[in-house]
């Protein structure tokens, strides 16, 4: 017996869409590009699957959404977070990175907290 395979919203028929796509390229279907593409509701895509992929294919399909919501949900958590703990990225070269880690973990802070207690006083003397 087939797993049911379930779509939750249209942002996964766009999701499993894109992985159809993707996997045609790769020429791991023999599927149409066009019929794909047309393919805009839940039901359309649950009778694609339902009719033209084997139970490998559904399998990896239903993998790459489950992925796919997980790191969507990591992604809504973080813009949740309260704005003093979102993780923002910052340039800086290999050896000061390097540095920055082995400094904060020999004080038992985050690299943070150590840029924090590094640049304090400079920052109140040029903002005041």
């Known amino acids: 017996m087939k797993k049911l ?6 942002k996964e028929v766009y999701w499993a869409r894109q992985w159809l796509l993707g996997q045609i390229k790769a020429g ?5 590009y066009q019929l794909i593409e047309l393919l805009d509701t839940a039901e359309q895509m649950q009778k694609l699957v339902d009719q033209q992929l084997d139970s490998e294919s559904r399998t990896r399909l239903q993998k790459a959404l489950s992925a796919r919501r997980a790191r969507e949900a990591v992604i809504s ?3 949740r977070a309260a704005p003093c703990m979102r993780m923002v990225r910052t340039e800086v070269t290999a050896q000061a990175r390097e540095m920055l880690h082995v400094i904060a973990a020999s004080r038992g802070v985050t690299t943070s907290e150590l840029i924090f207690l590094m640049l304090e006083d400079e920052y109140d003397s040029i903002v005041r």
Not at 5 to 10: A, I, T, Y
Not at 28 to 32: A, Q, T, V
């Open 5 to 10: 395979f379930q779509l939750r919203s249209r």
């Open 28 to 32: 791991r279907l023999s599927l149409r």
């Open 77 to 79: 958590e973080r813009a």
